[in-house]
Structures are given as C-alpha cells and as structure tokens.
T-cell receptor, first 115, second 113 residues
Framework: DTGVSQNPRHKITKRGQNVTFRCDPI?????LYWYRQTLGQGPEFLTY????????KSRLLSDRFSAERPKGSFSTLEIQRTEQGDSAMYLCASVTTSGRGGEQFFGPGTRLTVL | SQQGEEDPQALSIQEGENATMNCSYKTSINNLQWYRQNSGRGLVHLIL?????REKHSGRLRVTLDTSKKSSSLLITASRAADTASYFC?????????????FGSGTQLTVLP
C-alpha cells in the first residue's frame, strides 16, 4: 500500500497526558498537512510542511501542540497536557507541489479520545 | 473556522435517484474540490474545479462553480447504496502559499436500497 498511513489509528488517554501521532506520507510528496476534525464538522487546517520546514501554523495550534518532519519524510504531531477539548480525529494529508496544485491525499486518521 | 456552509446538512434518497449538494464559500479561491468520507474512514478526493472553470464531469459526478455567487454544486447521478457517505467541499484560496484546504461542514448523504 503506497498511500498515506497514520499511527496509531485510535488513542485513548487521560487528561494531562502527552500523546504523539505519526504520519507517513506518500514517498514522493514534499508537502504534508495536518488537519483536525471534530464530530459533525469538516476538517480544519492545523499546520503544513514543505519538505522538513514547517511553513505555516493555524491559530488552532496552541502552544501545547508541536509538529515535526525530520528529514522531510514522516511527520509527528505531539499534544502535551491533553485536554478533553483535544478529542478529535487528526488527519494527515500529502501532496506534491509539481502536481495539479490541489488534490490532497489523506490518511485514515488518528482518533484521539481524552478522558 | 469553516470557509462556508453546505446545504443540505443531510440528504436521504432512493437508489437510482440523483443527489445534489450545494456549497457556499466566502473568499476568492484558486480552486474548489469535493471529497467523500465514509464512516470511520479517511477523505477521498472526488473532483477539482478551478476558478476559471464553470462545469466539470467525472463519471457520475457533475460539479458546477459560480464564482460571482461564491457557490458550487455537486450532482451525483443514478446514486447507489455505496454512495452513502459525507461529502465535503473544500477551497484553496487565491492568496498565500500554503494551499491548505478549507472545508465546509459537509452533507451526509444516505442512499436507500
């Protein structure tokens, strides 16, 4: 399977704990995006990387959130001191800048539940 | 925040009927895309229409774009039970280099066999 993969698929944690998610994009894709989706809503942009550089962050990305993409391949999203409001589906998408300029390829997501 | 709204929020039709979903957005766009999301699964890209295009077809899908009204519609013809899913429009705005997608709130389509 050469699509976008995300791990874990589900994560249940207690409030105050730290969690880390991983995204493996399609190998030739140099842009990687993180989105958050709550129940009944469309995904909302969090941040994106061009290769290893994090170029833009949404105001939704509080100080408790940090994302990395070392070596421009896989990416991690860490949430520190989780809160119940962090419960959501976290989606990763990748795209090549030499592509048609729009279509993004999404992973299956990581569903986070904060108790 | 969401770029716009989709209408209706939920739609239930019989297999074989056509389904039409509408999307409105707020800012100037580079392109508009439609995605499908099945329960518990990731988003799948359906079709992309650029700001200088007015209509596009792909199989049983037809999408229109009216930039003067900042609106788009997605028509699914001869629907099947397998089309049951949430459908989202997403825009890429004209300004900025991030090219992130800004999604609407979605339409939940149920196709009854």
């Amino acid at each position: 399977d050469t699509g976008v993969s995300q791990n874990p698929r589900h994560k249940i944690t207690k409030r105050g704990q730290n969690v880390t998610f991983r995204c493996d994009p399609i190998s030739e894709h140099n842009r990687l995006y993180w989105y958050r989706q709550t129940l009944g809503q469309g995904p909302e942009f969090l941040t994106y990387f061009q290769n290893e550089a994090q170029l833009e962050k949404s105001r939704l990305l509080s100080d408790r959130f940090s994302a990395e993409r070392p070596k421009g391949s896989f990416s991690t999203l860490e949430i520190q001191r989780t809160e119940q409001g962090d419960s959501a589906m976290y989606l990763c998408a990748s795209v090549t800048t030499s592509g048609r300029g729009g279509e993004q390829f999404f992973g299956p997501g990581t569903r986070l539940t904060v108790l | 925040s969401q770029q716009g709204e989709e209408d209706p929020q939920a739609l239930s039709i019989q297999e074989g009927e056509n389904a039409t979903m509408n999307c409105s957005y707020k800012t100037s766009i580079n392109n508009l895309q439609w995605y499908r999301q099945n329960s518990g699964r990731g988003l799948v890209h359906l079709i992309l229409i650029r700001s200088n295009e007015r209509e596009k077809h792909s199989g049983r899908l037809r999408v229109t774009l009216d930039t003067s009204k900042k609106s788009s519609s997605l028509l699914i013809t001869a629907s099947r039970a397998a089309d049951t899913a949430s459908y989202f429009c997403a825009t890429v705005i004209s300004s900025g280099s991030a090219r992130q997608l800004t999604f609407g709130s979605g339409t939940q389509l149920t196709v009854l066999p």
